[in-house]
């Protein structure tokens, strides 16, 4: 198997040869066909994640066809599936017994702790494994498998918002704007200043304004998701939204958060983040998608150039997902 190995921090990732694993009891392996790059992803091989276990293949939004199946395991040869950044959660704590899992202390996470999807070949717990709608290609469907489902659960945590403000107008950003427009909800925008590229698409998208992250909308928000990693946006959210109003944080690590007085969260203001996903939230997102439709928008790489697309979604270039494939 080829794959693009991260051996150390601040480094670029390197392509090695490897033999392929083999699956244990309750693993699957897949053969992969296409692996969406993700923000965490650049949180890993910047090393702004603790305790990376190096060396490590990062990748995370994975779909592949079932290749091998380890004893115990109901996936079959040939069937396609879709893995996530939760690879494994103990299922006996007090957390996993009360169906989030999400924050158990056991659990481990794709392309980080467990090697991911920038390769040919992947292994997975059989019970962290999704199938994937075939309305879907592999490219289209690997964004959903992370930008997808961390939207989704921020989506949800936001609660029945009618004017959601996005902070961040990236690979997430992108598809959870169209299943917040099927729900008939006001999508209102904010891009880094002057990103005239995303500000375009978000409008394109349908978003009813868009802005800099430095403006106020034109209205007060009933809630505000960011999903860019800049604590400084926490307290121009919290100004951006109404009284009762919620502000979600969308990312696994962000900036420092600056003081701001408490009047920005004064008048039952909510602020809170989103860890991880649960099986449950994959199930209900994956279902949703193509009934939306979820159109996801991507830039293809071969699996070779992955330090070329996480230097594209660093400096802002994307428009969309970029997704390597292996052929």
């Known amino acids: 198997m080829r794959a693009m190995v991260l051996r150390q921090t601040g480094r670029p990732l390197e392509l090695e040869q490897r033999e392929d694993p083999l699956p244990a009891e309750g693993q699957v392996l897949l053969r992969v066909r296409a692996c969406a790059v993700c923000r965490t ?8 994640l603790p305790d990376i276990p190096l060396p490590i293949i990062p990748g995370h939004e994975i779909v592949g066809d079932v290749l091998e199946a380890g004893p115990g395991v109901d996936w079959q040869p040939g069937q396609r599936l879709g893995i996530p950044w939760l690879g494994y959660a103990c299922g006996h704590c007090g957390f996993c017994e009360d169906a989030r899992e999400n924050l158990c202390d056991q659990a481990r996470f794709t392309g980080y702790q467990l090697d991911g999807g920038f390769a040919d070949r992947v292994l997975a717990d059989q019970r962290f494994c999704f199938p994937i709608d075939a309305a879907y290609s592999d490219i289209a469907a ?42 008939q909800r006001r999508v209102y925008a904010f891009t880094r200043p002057g990103d005239a590229a995303a500000q375009t698409f978000a409008r394109e998208l349908g978003a009813t304004w868009v802005g800099d992250s430095d403006a106020m ?11 860019a990693p800049v604590g400084a946006l926490v307290p121009r959210a919290l100004a951006a939204v109404r009284k009762g109003g919620v502000v979600v944080c969308g990312g696994i690590h962000m900036s420092d958060i600056p003081t701001f007085p408490y009047a920005l969260l004064w008048g039952e203001r909510v602020l809170r983040s989103v860890a991880n996903l649960t099986r449950r939230d994959a199930l209900e997102f994956l279902e949703l998608a193509p ?34 494939t292996m052929d």
């Open 41 to 48: 992803d650049l949180h890993v091989v910047d090393g702004e």
């Open 217 to 227: 909308p034109p209205r007060p928000l009933d809630a505000a998701i960011i999903f």
């Open 291 to 324: 009934r939306v439709p979820v159109r996801t928008h991507t830039v293809r790489y071969p699996l070779e150039q992955a330090n070329e697309a996480l230097a594209d979604l660093r400096e802002g270039r994307l428009s969309g997902a970029a997704v390597l």
């Open 142 to 183: 690997a964004p959903l498998l992370c930008a997808g489902l961390i939207g989704y659960r921020s989506l949800v945590m936001a609660g029945d918002a009618r004017e959601l403000g996005i902070y961040g107008f990236g690979a997430a950003a992108h598809i959870i704007a169209q299943v917040a427009l099927w729900q």
